[in-house]
């Protein structure tokens, strides 16, 4: 059963700072989704995209790629689907720019790791931001990304964080469509 939701207070968002959450990982998955970092609330909680506005669970819902719609808290349920998440950055920050290039390209490093090892068919970076810098693809666009890890498809979503105003809902739900088609999920 899923853990009852809740809202952590300003103490708790304060004692998040460089906390981590577990990566939901194992070999084999279709799709390895890849966030930035935690963010202050989702590390308070403990379940990843956790913040009330994020556009994350409503679209992957709503995709088609989970055998069930979950939230942030049913987020071990993904694996069920086929489906993992980890963080290029373990650590916890108020906001992504807190992190520096050479965070996340150390991160990157550490990913490309765990690509290796488990062997996800693609991997799907939540932020063209995030793939730019980490990757050092400075003119890197949103899509298939000719580069792999392996033999791991790359792909490029936009952060579905519910700051990022130029993607609603409707949109990430058709790219997570076009990423599931790719790993050969009809949907």
Do not use: C
């Not at 004692?15 to 194992?26: F, G, I, S």
């Not at 792909?155 to 997570?176: E, T, W």
């Amino acid at each position: 059963m899923a853990e009852r939701p809740w809202r952590p207070t300003r103490a708790q968002l304060d004692a998040a700072k460089d906390k981590t959450v577990p990566d939901l990982l194992r070999p084999g998955l279709d799709i390895l989704l890849v966030g930035i970092n935690p963010g202050l609330y989702t590390a308070a909680i403990g379940h990843h995209f956790g913040r009330p506005g994020n556009r994350f669970w409503p679209a992957l819902s709503g995709s088609g790629l989970l055998r069930e719609p979950l939230t942030a808290w049913e987020s071990e349920r993904l694996l069920e689907s086929g489906l993992g998440i980890t963080n290029v950055v373990r650590r916890a920050t108020a906001t992504a720019d807190q992190l520096s290039p050479e965070e996340l390209r150390r991160g990157a490093k550490v990913l490309r790791a765990k690509i290796l090892k488990h062997k996800p068919r693609l991997a799907a970076m939540l932020g063209l931001g995030l793939y730019r810098v980490a990757f050092e693809r400075p003119k890197a666009q949103l899509g298939l990304q000719e580069e792999k890890i392996g033999e791991t498809l790359l792909y490029v979503l936009p952060n579905p964080s519910g700051l990022n105003a130029h993607f609603q809902v409707p949109d990430y739900i058709r790219l997570f469509k076009d990423v599931g088609r790719l790993v050969g999920r009809a949907l």
